[in-house]
C-alpha cells in the first residue's frame, strides 16, 4: 500500500475518497436557495460524484469539529469546500489540520465564496477580495483546452450566475484553466491551479446559491474532473532537516 506524504494509505486501484464540506446555512434559511438545493448544496455535488464512481462523505459546518474530525479527514483524498456567510465560524483549529492534510498531499477543491474562506486565504497568503454583483450571464471559457480538468468540455460553458471581477487578489496561479467573461464586461480568473507542499488547490468560481449552476452537467463535469487531477499520487518522500552525507 502506498503512502501518501502525510502517512495516509493510497490505494491507486481505487477512485479517490472525496470529503464534501458545506456551509449548509443558506438552503435552511432561505427559501429560494431552499427549492434550488432541497438538501443542501452539497447532496447535489455528492450525488453527481458518486454518480461518477467516487466514494463520498458530506460534512457541514454544525456538526461537531465542522464534520471533519480526524478519522474523516484520514480517510480523505480530496476534500470539496463550499463557504459563504460563515467563513469565522469556522476553528481555526480544523483550519491549521486541513491546512497539514494538505501540505501533506491531501487535494483540495475550492468552490464560489469558499474564496474568502479562512482555509484558502491561508494556503493564498493573500486577501482573495473580488468585485461583485448578482445576476449576470456568465461565459466560462476554457482557456486550457489540453488540460485534464478540461476534458470532455467545449469551448465554454454559459451560465446564469453572481458575477466576480477582477482583480482577483491571490497569487499568480501555476496554471489557469478557465476564464469568465459576464455580461456587464467584466472577466474573471475562473479555474486556477495551484500546488501547496505536496498537495493539488484547484478553485473553481461557479456556485452562487441563489443560481443552479450544481446542477449543470458540465459544471459537474468539472468538479469530477478536477477532483481526479488533485487526488494524491505517490512519489519521493522529502526528507527534511539535518541530514549526515551520504558518502
Avoid at 467584466?186 to 473553481?204: H, P, T
Wanted: aromatic share 10%.
Amino acid at each position: 500500500m502506498e503512502k501518501t506524504g502525510d502517512g495516509r494509505d493510497l490505494d491507486l486501484a481505487e477512485e479517490p475518497r472525496v470529503t464534501i464540506w458545506n456551509e449548509y446555512r443558506h438552503e435552511k434559511s432561505d427559501e429560494q436557495v431552499a427549492k434550488i438545493y432541497p438538501e443542501g448544496i452539497h447532496a447535489v455535488l455528492a450525488a453527481a460524484l458518486t454518480e461518477a464512481g467516487f466514494e463520498v462523505h458530506a460534512a457541514t459546518l454544525d456538526e461537531p469539529e465542522h464534520g471533519l474530525p480526524d478519522e474523516v479527514l484520514d480517510a480523505t483524498d480530496v476534500l470539496l469546500w463550499w463557504g459563504h456567510m460563515a467563513h469565522d465560524e469556522v476553528s481555526d483549529e480544523t483550519v491549521e489540520k486541513v491546512h497539514q492534510r494538505v501540505l501533506g498531499g491531501m487535494g483540495l477543491i475550492v468552490l464560489h465564496s469558499g474564496h474568502f474562506s479562512k482555509i484558502f486565504k491561508k494556503l493564498m497568503g493573500t486577501t482573495c477580495d473580488l468585485k461583485w454583483r448578482h445576476d449576470d450571464t456568465e461565459r466560462l471559457w476554457v482557456v486550457a483546452p489540453g488540460h485534464p480538468i478540461a476534458e470532455g468540455l467545449g469551448e465554454y460553458i454559459e451560465l446564469e450566475e453572481e458575477m466576480y471581477g477582477e482583480a482577483f487578489d491571490v497569487p499568480q496561479p501555476d496554471e489557469l484553466v478557465f476564464m469568465s467573461w459576464f455580461g456587464g464586461g467584466e472577466v474573471f480568473r475562473s479555474g486556477l491551479c495551484y500546488r501547496r507542499g505536496q498537495g493539488r488547490i484547484f478553485y473553481f468560481r461557479p456556485g452562487h446559491e441563489e443560481n443552479y449552476s450544481y446542477h449543470n452537467q458540465d459544471v459537474q463535469r468539472v468538479i469530477q474532473n478536477a477532483v481526479r487531477w488533485a487526488a494524491p499520487t505517490p512519489g519521493a518522500m522529502p526528507v527534511y532537516g539535518h541530514s549526515e552525507p551520504i558518502d
